[in-house]
């Protein structure tokens, strides 16, 4: 009789070690989540500062990771109201933003200017907002 | 002149040269514009600058580096080209063994990749000037190509076996240690587990590492100036040297710039007039002993600042050591009256005359002995203008 209530109480342990875990986890992912999509909506910002005519900017879903530099880069495919769609590679850092977006490979093609209108964005996560 | 702040930036692109770099799909090349596929790029932009990329490397040991140079209206001015080489890729085992290998004495083998790189660049472009080397972590063996080739070089959380340096080499630098700038975190695990220079113990330096209190490795890690581009160092007393060695550098460098300005000057002048008129000749020297002056009075400067703020802060230790002292003994002699006090630390010579007023006073004296120091190298230079200007009207 003991032991059965011995290996019930461990069984109840571990559910509810597993259950917090589960929850631990998810919430960790949520904020990681969370802080890349901020981060991605600051680049947006600082990509509608950086070139003219802009209307849609596409975050790739693959990261990238130096962990030896500590920069995490990103693909971004830029659509211009004059037909040029083209990649850029951004590092994003969460500390001394610039108001532009600085280190690049640059594509003559698209033109460097601010962006006033609005603009779609499409997150890495896939969920979109106008910005 | 390429800033810190772009040196950085490039040291973060100069991955990507590598076809096997994981992280983005954007690849840098020299290809001709013509030739470019839809990821490859031709043109960095680092910091608020546009550098053409005019050549690239992938060679032997996970080697990775390139050849930049600014775009200056429209076009790349080859008079003042950088060349990066990329620090270690962790995901490229070629690269980690060359990082492993880098522990010894001779330093990583891909230092020898660089320097004949750089050799080939030199011969083989004649019209370039190579202005700048940098590098990151592992790529810091560029201070032994710079020193090679007698090219200023900067780095960034750079591990590098100073004893790895030629005779040749090694006399350069320590001649023109402000040609070489060697950026580092004090607590920085990496650096010091691969060369095992720290601040207690180095191999020579010569004065060409910049220390700042930190304890990061990564290229992320350090912050600049937006004015300036330069490395920003928090004013700090353990910075305080660091601030000293930064400033200095770009005080010779300045220095060094200016002078060669008036040897270019003179090759001009004779080259007009067959020679070096007396006036000409007198402008020159009156010229150059200015700027002699006008350096001496800046390193000069950045030392007194720096002197004033450690007697500073020995100051106001010596007044919080003396308040100390006089809790201490109001707690353990609470019988005793404040005369009985006085009375038995005067009888061992512990006094607020000789413990406060005279180091003090004597610290004092020093900095307004520095600050007399200053006003003579301004008078000199006033006077060395005044002589200038007559000369001119005279002429």
């Given at each position: 009789m003991q032991k059965k209530y011995w290996v019930s109480v461990i069984l109840l342990v571990l559910l509810l070690g597993g259950i917090g875990l589960f929850f631990y986890t998810k919430n960790e992912q949520q904020r990681k989540e969370q802080e890349v999509l901020q981060m991605e909506l600051t680049t947006a910002k600082q990509i509608k500062n950086t070139f003219?005519?802009?209307?849609k900017i596409e975050f790739a879903e693959k990261y990238g990771k130096n962990k030896l530099t500590g920069y995490t880069s990103v693909d971004v495919t830029l659509t211009t109201s004059y037909g040029v769609i083209s990649v850029i590679d951004v590092d994003m850092s969460?500390?001394?933003?610039?108001k532009k977006l600085e280190s690049y490979g640059v594509n003559p093609k698209l033109l460097e200017g601010v962006t006033e209108t609005k603009v779609k964005i499409i997150f890495s996560n896939k969920t979109e907002r106008s910005l | 002149m390429v800033t810190e702040k772009e040196l950085k930036d490039l040291n973060k692109k100069?991955?990507?040269?590598?076809?096997?770099?994981?992280?983005?799909?954007i690849k840098y090349t020299n290809k001709p514009s013509g030739q470019l596929?839809?990821?490859?790029?031709n043109i960095i932009k680092a910091g608020n600058q546009n550098f053409k990329i005019l050549s690239v490397k992938n060679g032997a040991y996970g080697f990775q580096g390139m050849a930049v140079a600014p775009i200056i209206e429209g076009v790349p001015d080859v008079s003042q080209v950088t060349v990066v080489a990329a620090g270690t890729y962790p995901k490229d085992i070629a690269d980690v063994k060359a990082a492993a290998k880098g522990m010894s004495p001779n330093g990583s083998p891909q230092v020898d990749i660089a320097l004949t790189y750089v050799g080939q660049l030199i011969d083989d472009h004649p019209?370039?000037?190579?202005q700048q080397l940098s590098g990151y972590s592992q790529s810091a063996y560029m201070l032994k190509v710079g020193a090679h080739y007698q090219i200023p070089t900067t780095v960034f959380s750079g591990w590098f076996?100073?004893?790895?340096?030629?005779k040749a080499e090694a006399a350069f630098m320590k001649e023109n240690p402000h040609l070489f700038l060697n950026y580092r975190q004090s607590n920085d695990d990496v650096t010091k587990w691969n060369d095992f220079n720290s601040t207690w113990g180095n191999s020579n330096d010569f004065g060409t590492t910049i220390w700042v209190a930190g304890s990061s490795h990564q290229l992320d890690s350090w912050s600049f100036d937006v004015q300036t581009g330069q490395v920003k160092i928090s004013n700090s007393p353990e910075n305080a040297e660091g601030i000293m060695v930064q400033t200095s550098h770009y005080i010779m460098r300045e220095y060094t710039k200016q002078l060669s300005t008036l040897a270019q000057l003179k090759t001009k002048l004779t080259a007009s007039g067959g020679g070096l008129s007396k006036n000409e000749r007198i402008y020159l020297e009156d010229q150059q002993a200015l700027l002699s002056v006008e350096a001496g009075r800046c390193a000069y400067q950045n030392a007194m600042s720096n002197a004033i703020k450690v007697y500073q802060n020995i100051v106001s230790t010596i007044e919080e050591l003396w308040q100390e002292t006089l809790r201490e003994a109001y707690d353990q002699t609470a019988e005793l009256s404040d005369y009985e006090i006085n009375d038995s630390l005067r009888a061992i010579g512990a006094t607020e005359q000789q413990m406060v007023t005279e180091p003090t006073a004597l610290f004092q004296q020093k900095i307004i002995q520095a600050k007399g120091m200053d006003k003579a190298f301004a008078t000199l230079s006033n006077e060395i203008k005044g002589k200038i200007t007559e000369l001119l009207q005279k002429d």
């Open positions: 003219a005519d802009v209307t969460l500390k001394d933003i610039p | 100069v991955y990507q040269v590598d076809l096997g770099y994981k992280e983005s799909k596929k839809n990821y490859e790029r019209d370039w000037t190579i076996q100073y004893r790895s340096l030629t």
